[in-house]
């Protein structure tokens, strides 16, 4: 288990959440968007609910241990949060002028990797 402490507070959630989490806001950090993750915390009266997470590139944590569950309780209580999709979205154009622009690319790159014809 691990409590996290962020700018309003602190929660307790499984070392799996915590991990997910940290890869999930480094990740983040060449984007300029901020999302919202619901992460499952154990509260005071050992039960848990579902907290929900504003994260961004600037979110700072501090992650320390706290002793509890075993392993497997912590996953049949802790189920990894779904994280939004990070970066660059859309859809990939499918024409034929979009396969003549990719064909013309390899084409110059192909060139420039032997030398323009040289």
Do not use: C, W
Request: proline content about 3%; overall charge negative.
């Amino acid at each position: 288990m691990k409590r996290i402490t962020y700018s309003g507070g602190s929660i307790v959630t499984s070392n799996a959440i915590t991990t997910a989490l940290i890869e999930y806001i480094t990740s983040a950090v060449d984007s300029d968007n901020s999302v919202t993750v619901d992460v499952t915390v154990l509260d005071d009266n050992d039960e848990t609910s579902v907290h929900t997470l504003v994260l961004s590139p600037a979110s700072q944590f501090g992650v320390v241990d706290v002793a509890g569950m075993t392993v497997e309780e912590e996953a049949a209580r802790f189920p990894i949060p779904e994280m939004p999709m990070i970066g660059i979205t859309g859809t990939v154009e499918n024409t034929d002028d979009a396969g003549r622009t990719a064909r013309d690319i390899n084409h110059i790159t192909s060139e420039i990797d032997h030398g323009l014809g040289q």
